[in-house]
């Protein structure tokens, strides 16, 4: 009885790490940390390595992205997912540097195929002439579940913390 008692408790243990890991409240923590990790360029890091990791943004972004921010008036609005790579490679090319880190997950809810991520972020945007960003941001993600499975941002919506 006591042989059996170790590998049922092992495999109970196993099930209920697996069921935590691929629960959509965490798919969509770690898709998340992963657009504010693609999101971040380091002052140091090469052209090449910065192009290669705005590659990695499109992975993540659905077809269409709906963007709202006070910030930046020229964002608003409904891109092509395309358009978002090409305005990041731009950016990646530009940029001395970027941070995106999650300082505080207010709720993450789930409703079906759809998500909502409200966060504090802080978020530095560096050009050589300015800071468009730079501080804390209060934000609301969206993501949806599409056909292949993947959670993919649909809309993003971000101001800053007062």
């Known amino acids: 009885m006591k042989k059996l008692l170790i590998p049922v408790v092992a495999l ?43 590659l990695g943004l499109g992975g993540l972004v659905a077809d269409e992205l709906e963007l709202e921010t006070p910030t930046i008036e020229e964002a608003n609005g409904v891109h092509q997912r395309t358009d978002i790579e090409s305005g990041f490679g731009g950016l990646a090319r530009i940029a001395n540097f ?32 300015y800071r468009p960003a730079d501080g804390l941001y209060e934000v609301e993600l969206d993501w949806k579940k599409e056909k292949d499975g ?6 993003a919506k971000w101001q800053e913390t007062r």
Not at 22 to 51: C, D, H, W, Y
Not at 150 to 155: P, T
């Open 12 to 54: 109970v243990a196993v099930v209920a790490v697996l069921l935590w890991f691929f629960a959509p409240e965490q798919v969509v923590k770690r898709r998340t940390g992963k657009l504010m990790s693609i999101l971040t360029m380091e002052e140091t890091g090469g052209k090449n390595a910065r192009q290669l990791s705005s």
């Open 98 to 129: 970027t941070k995106f880190e999650v300082v505080e997950y207010h709720t993450i809810t789930i409703n079906g195929e759809e998500a909502r991520v409200n966060a504090t972020i802080e978020a530095i945007v560096a050009l050589p002439a």
């Open 150 to 155: 993947i959670w993919r941002l649909s809309r």
